[in-house]
């Protein structure tokens, strides 16, 4: 993997399918990526770019395969530290990766570019959204040539969203044991879901656990060299399942606020549109989470502050991996055309 390293000395790892040859026009697509799961989750939309007139790339963020670790100081922040000193440490977060992305020097013409960030790598995507008025002149002009801003199914954890009364996770179910939790979670969160009427938008019709037994979670259907090559547990008890709790999540909901319905940080990314897309036999924290975005973009009534949905019809929570040309097919939906 390439790996670009920033003038803070923070590097980052990557993957690139490069930009088309012969000087077609194309659209970059950036992905941060979720909990565990990292840039090679992705790997499987790789063939699909080209034919598609699309460049991807997938960072790892800090702490995953080659890209740089957190410091002590850093860590014991995400663990223990005040509000104050866990929100500069996100909006670093969010620095870093605009840098990052600056540091790419994708071309504006063309396809421009369109940042997605996938479950939990929205909490860093709205990160890198938030910060935009704290860099330099020159980058946030660089970083104009956004088209689009997609929260990929994203979990209500993402926004800093309360759980609903009657529903769970498994890091929060006192049925399973502890040490079970983590292979509990990835069975769960890569399940196909069977919910009751999602168009009513009622909490009381999404479910914890009634999934469809026709179709076998995908962290199942993987031989063991793929998930060894898409996965890393170390970070998650280093900072991501901090970043994941009850403590930090004053500091993800007033970093989604200042991301999606601030209007001097929308006005500095005002040629992009933002999107929230999800599927219907996802885990329900992700669709509970597009409806409760949903009900706040209605209430800013703003239409500078328009958020978009899609809906994707039977996709479980891992449409890159089980179905990558439909996932390219759904996310273009998004930006073409705009």
């Excluded at 956004?146 to 049925?175: E, N």
């Excluded at 709790?245 to 005002?270: I, Y």
Aim: with cysteine; charged share 20%; net charge neutral.
């Amino acid at each position: 993997m390439p790996t670009l390293v920033l003038k803070n000395g923070v590097a980052f790892a990557y993957t690139d399918t490069g930009a088309l040859p012969g000087g077609e026009k194309y659209t970059t697509l950036v992905i941060i990526h979720g909990h565990t799961f990292h840039s090679g989750t992705f790997q499987r939309l790789n063939p699909f770019a080209q034919p598609n007139a699309l460049r991807i790339i997938c960072v790892n963020r800090r702490e995953y395969p080659g890209s740089s670790p957190y410091s002590p100081a850093e860590l014991k922040t995400f663990a223990e530290g005040t509000e104050n000193k866990r929100t500069a440490l996100l909006e670093q977060q969010g620095r870093d990766l605009a840098m990052f992305l600056d540091g790419l020097s994708i071309p504006k013409e063309g396809g421009g570019i369109v940042l997605i960030g996938w479950s939990i790598g929205a909490i860093y995507l709205l990160a890198l959204i938030a910060c935009i008025k704290k860099l330099p002149t020159a980058t946030q002009e660089r970083l104009s040539g956004v088209r689009s801003v997609i929260m990929f199914q994203a979990p209500s954890l993402a926004f800093g969203l309360p759980t609903p009364k009657g529903l769970l996770i498994p890091h929060d179910d006192p049925d399973i044991p502890v040490e079970a939790r983590g292979p509990a979670f990835a069975k769960w969160v890569s399940s196909y879901f069977i919910h009751g009427d999602l168009s009513t938008h009622n909490t009381n019709n999404l479910t914890y656990n009634n999934t469809n037994p026709d179709k076998p979670p995908t962290i199942g259907t993987l031989k063991p060299e793929e998930f060894l090559a898409m996965t890393d547990f170390a970070p998650a008890e280093r900072y991501d399942n901090i970043v994941c709790l009850p403590p930090f999540a004053g500091v993800v909901s007033k970093q989604t606020k200042k991301a999606l319905f601030d209007p001097t940080t929308r006005e500095a990314w005002s040629r992009a549109r933002f999107w929230n897309v999800y599927g219907t036999a996802e885990p329900w924290n992700i669709i509970y989470a597009a409806w409760a975005l949903e009900a706040q973009s209605r209430a800013a009534d703003n239409p500078k502050l328009a958020l978009n949905f899609k809906v994707i019809p039977r996709s479980n929570h891992f449409l890159v991996w089980e179905d990558p040309e439909r996932a390219i097919n759904e996310l273009k939906e998004c930006f073409l055309g705009e």
